[in-house]
């Protein structure tokens, strides 16, 4: 039996459809808070030690999994230890890279993301930013993170207006998550990501699951509620924490975070083995 099992009649639905014909069923996840645990240290993120080989278990017995992560492709791929993993795709930067079996596709960058790169150490300092606030570079996107400041969501609250402006300036947009401003370029998200892997594989899922913990994974579930409207089954998982509540009030199965999400997998696979 998949546990936990779905706390609503079309979240039940799509994991009776996975179990009917799994071979056919596409998985999606988000990486950071869903297989990897939040840590203070962006570089220091690692995925859960289960995450990685309870994938290989997962991947010759489903359709397809993907991960579609607002991390660089390769960096997901580096610090999930994923590289080998055979039958899985890696939807970087939100859907504007893309990795498989060791290849790696990226468009590049449009301007504005050198413009911020070039503006952002000034704003921050005009803006007050506390010190301890961090900007990670990911060549395609830059991420403000405010975790490791002494008030994270103060932090988070005093920068957002100023990053909006500055992501309009420069053609970008910001997109929020756990104590994170991106300014990222328009144009995709992950629900889009999850419908282009869709179509990319040429037939009909038997059902689409997707699990995630953050603001940005509410486009996938967007995407799954419109696939169900269309009449593909579908599951939304949401690795739960106390920073983010929003998901876990749309979701179908809730789990306590990158842990329960393995766990659930592995009962998965105990139940299609
Ligand atoms: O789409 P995701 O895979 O969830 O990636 C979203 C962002 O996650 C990372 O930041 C988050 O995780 C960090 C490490 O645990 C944490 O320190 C930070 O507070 C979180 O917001 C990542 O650094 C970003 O680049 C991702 O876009």
Request: aromatic content about 4%; overall charge negative.
């Amino acid at each position: 039996m998949i546990s936990p099992p779905a706390t609503t009649a079309a979240g039940a639905s799509g994991l009776d459809a996975i179990r009917d014909n799994p071979a056919e069923a596409v998985l999606g996840f988000d990486f950071d808070g869903t297989l990897a645990p939040i840590v203070a240290d962006p570089a220091a993120a690692r995925a859960h030690p289960r995450a990685a080989p309870t994938l290989a278990r997962l991947a010759p017995l489903v359709g397809s999994l993907v991960i579609i992560t607002g991390r660089p492709a390769a960096t997901a791929v580096e610090y999930g230890g994923f590289d080998g993993l055979d039958g899985l795709v890696v939807l970087g930067q939100y859907g504007r890279e893309r990795w498989e079996s060791g290849v790696l596709t990226a468009p590049e960058p449009p301007p504005g993301v050198a413009e911020v790169r070039a503006k952002l150490p000034e704003v921050l300092k005009a803006s007050g930013a506390p010190p301890e606030t961090y900007v990670e570079d990911k060549g395609q996107a830059l991420a403000v993170h405010t975790r490791r400041c002494a008030e994270p969501e103060k932090a988070f609250q005093r920068l957002r207006g100023i990053m909006a402006a500055l992501a309009e300036r420069t053609g970008l947009v910001v997109e929020p998550g756990r104590y994170v401003l991106e300014l990222r370029p328009p144009g995709m998200d992950k629900g889009q990501a999850l419908r282009s892997h869709l179509a990319e594989r040429g037939r009909a899922p038997s059902a689409v699951l997707f699990a995630g913990d953050d603001l940005g994974d509410l486009a996938a579930y967007d995407a799954i509620e419109a696939l169900r409207a269309e009449g593909v089954p579908g599951v939304k998982v949401c690795s739960a924490s106390t920073e983010v509540t929003v998901l876990a009030e749309r979701a179908d199965v809730t789990v306590d975070g990158p842990e329960g999400v393995v766990a659930f997998l592995e009962s998965m696979i105990n139940d299609l083995s």
